[in-house]
């Protein structure tokens, strides 16, 4: 069977313009181990945070060879970051670290530590800390210091 010449313009599946994801993956990825290791975290809690899924998996994502992280991962490492940016405006990293492993009362924590939530509940727990201390923060933006 004869094949058909191509005659019309190639489907380009990614413009030009985009940067590829890996590079976002890597970036995303340095910051969210420089955030674990202010935030004391363990490998099975980056792993957690992270939806990955062994320690092994994350050793090679700290030497760079891990594969790219799905949007997912990607939204995770995101709010990981929204959250220490919120938590260190104003603060000592060791008044970060006492809020993050500390007992918290009221909702969404009932006397938990917010590393635990975010561990215990995952993607809806990192989005609603996010949204929580964002909202805090615009608080005492309006009441002043």
């Not at 970036?27 to 955030?35: K, N």
């Not at 492993?101 to 635990?116: I, N, V």
């Amino acid at each position: 069977m004869p094949r058909k010449p191509r005659t019309g313009p190639r489907l380009v599946l990614q413009p030009p313009a985009r940067r590829p994801g890996r590079p976002t993956s890597l970036g995303a990825l340095t910051r969210f181990f420089r955030i674990a290791d202010a935030w004391e975290l363990s490998p099975l809690q980056q792993c957690r945070l992270l939806r990955i899924p062994s320690p092994q998996v994350l050793a090679r994502y700290r030497l760079g060879q891990g594969p790219r992280l799905s949007a997912a991962q990607q939204e995770r490492a995101a709010l990981v970051a929204h959250i220490q940016r919120s938590l260190a405006q104003g603060a000592t990293p060791d008044q970060v670290w006492a809020w993050l492993h500390g007992p918290q009362r009221g909702a969404p924590f009932a006397g938990e530590s917010p590393l635990y939530y975010l561990l215990e509940n995952g993607l809806p727990a990192l989005r609603e800390v996010a949204r929580l201390l964002q909202r805090r923060h615009g608080e005492r933006r309006e009441t002043g210091p």
